[in-house]
């Protein structure tokens, strides 16, 4: 009998192990698998959005011509550059706000986090004139010199991914942008932002035609 208890209990444990590690990663409708880390009471994704379909299936418009991007009042995503064999990977997508505004953007049990929810972010993390370094990646491989104040121990790994602003990409390695989900008026919605040469996480309003990052938020 404690031979049959000793096997039972190792094959539970053996099922704990099994669900934590897939607790640790989420798909997207194109399949491709993100890693997530839990800070505080919330678990993020531990890298940007790079789907093309919305969580029923549907794709999102690629927009690749920059004054069509900048007339756009509907989603549309695209590459840093137009370039996806060098930027998709490793930044991720660049998203209008109208995609966002879909509410289907993330994959199911995820969302875009709403204003509040990064506020709850930064303030557990010490303030937003702190918060920016815990969260960034450490060195100048995706970040220009000096990434003040990085130190990524939240392993949140934020990526300064640059943005596509008025149709025209830019600051790729000197700044990451990031989407909420709380729309300002009609054309502006807010947006978290973390610059190379220093510690804060921004938190301001935007035009919803521009292109930035998406982090996605467990239900």
């Known amino acids: 009998m404690r031979h049959k208890n000793v096997k039972l209990l190792a094959v539970t444990l053996f099922c704990i192990g099994l669900t934590g590690l897939q607790a640790q990663t989420v798909k997207d409708n194109d399949g491709n698998v ?23 299936g549907t794709a999102i418009p690629l927009v690749t011509e920059n004054k069509a991007w900048d007339a756009l009042t509907t989603p549309a995503y695209c590459w840093y550059k137009n370039d996806a064999t060098a930027n998709k990977n490793t930044y991720g997508a660049s998203y209008n706000w109208y995609t966002v505004g879909t509410n289907k953007l993330c994959p199911k049990g995820w969302h875009v986090p709403i204003d509040a929810e990064w506020t709850t972010l930064t303030t557990y993390l010490g303030g937003e004139s702190v918060a920016g370094g815990k969260l960034k990646e450490t060195g100048t491989t995706h970040w220009e010199s000096p990434n003040t104040g990085a130190t990524n121990e939240t392993g949140f790994t934020a990526l300064s991914g640059g943005d596509r602003e008025f149709g025209v990409c830019s600051y790729i390695g000197y700044s990451g942008y990031w989407w909420s989900a709380t729309g300002t008026n009609a054309t502006e919605a807010r947006y978290r932002s973390i610059a190379y040469y220093g510690s804060k996480v921004a938190s301001n309003s935007i035009f919803k035609k521009m292109g930035y ?6 239900d």
């Not at 890693?35 to 029923?56: C, F, H, P, R, S």
């Open 34 to 56: 993100y890693k997530t880390v839990t800070i505080g009471t919330q678990v993020w994704m531990a890298e940007n959005l790079k789907t093309t379909k919305y969580n029923d």
């Open 213 to 218: 990052s998406v982090r996605c938020l467990r």
